[in-house]
């Protein structure tokens, strides 16, 4: 339900990465998932419009690791990313993890806050209490502090394609560095700003979002210990 902000985002996009040298040629995966407003249609029109745009539609909503599974599993990339349709992440951002990635597979990111003339302002209390509170859990239920992985991160897309993905969640991000970590892949780290939503209030920043959440966590620890035994170790990059 982000029809009233895709546009804008998109736009924003293309132009940043048209801009960039380093990310030509690029393409834009739109993710409809299951949004019970104008979202798919705007999807449809710049897919339309734009070579470099192909929308994907769920016909339920199926949850935010859903729709990053889908868009993993249709790139081409031989990076890949994502953007929130909100706006909260500007595409700059993804070109500066882009410039970090040189030989690696995996460049984390951390979130320094909200841009506001040249200082960055913290979050509201509840999302950072919320914050706290996932990091904790990761801790004690996945075994690492994910501070340093609190923004979008960016990885080699061959390796990205192979990985068998289970979270239905936005808790996919953790279990994608699970799987980077069992196969020994090569890791770097950025920093990226954030900005207040375009519009509408955020799906997952909810204590009963963190709930579900903490189930998806013991998930997803099962899931990606049992991959481990199958998967092949990542060759060693030279940084």
């Known amino acids: 339900n982000e029809g009233d902000n895709l546009g804008i985002v998109l736009e924003e996009i293309m132009t940043t990465l048209n801009q960039s040298a380093i990310a030509q040629p690029y393409e834009l995966l739109v993710i409809d998932d299951g949004s019970r407003d104008h979202t798919g249609q705007v999807a449809d029109d710049y ?7 192909r929308a994907f539609h769920h016909p339920t909503n ?8 889908t868009g993993f599993e249709n790139s081409r990339g031989e990076f890949v990313t994502f953007l929130p349709a909100d706006g ?12 970090l990635a040189g030989e690696v597979d995996y460049v984390g990111s951390s979130r320094l ?3 506001n003339a040249g200082a960055y302002q913290r979050r509201a209390l509840h999302r950072e209490v919320l914050t706290w509170g996932m990091r904790l859990l990761s801790r004690m239920i996945l075994g690492f ?3 340093r992985n609190s923004g979008i991160y960016l990885v080699r897309g061959p390796l990205l394609r192979s990985v068998p993905l289970y ?12 799987h980077i970590q069992q196969r020994s892949a090569k890791v770097a780290h950025g920093e990226i700003e954030i900005h207040p939503r375009l519009s509408g209030q955020s ?26 035994v199958k998967a092949p170790a990542v060759q060693s990059r030279a940084a």
Request: aromatic share 8%.
């Open 203 to 228: 799906k997952i920043a909810t204590f009963s979002g963190v709930a579900k959440q903490l189930i998806e966590m013991f998930k997803i620890r099962r899931y990606v210990s049992r991959c481990a």
């Open 145 to 147: 502090n994910p501070s």
């Open 167 to 178: 979270s239905r969640t936005g808790l996919i991000g953790l279990e994608i560095l699970l």
């Open 62 to 69: 199926s949850g935010m690791g859903s729709a990053l599974r």
């Open 113 to 115: 806050g909200y841009a």
């Open 88 to 99: 909260e992440v500007t595409a700059d951002q993804a070109v500066k993890l882009l410039r």
């Open 47 to 53: 897919a339309r419009r734009f070579a470099c745009v």
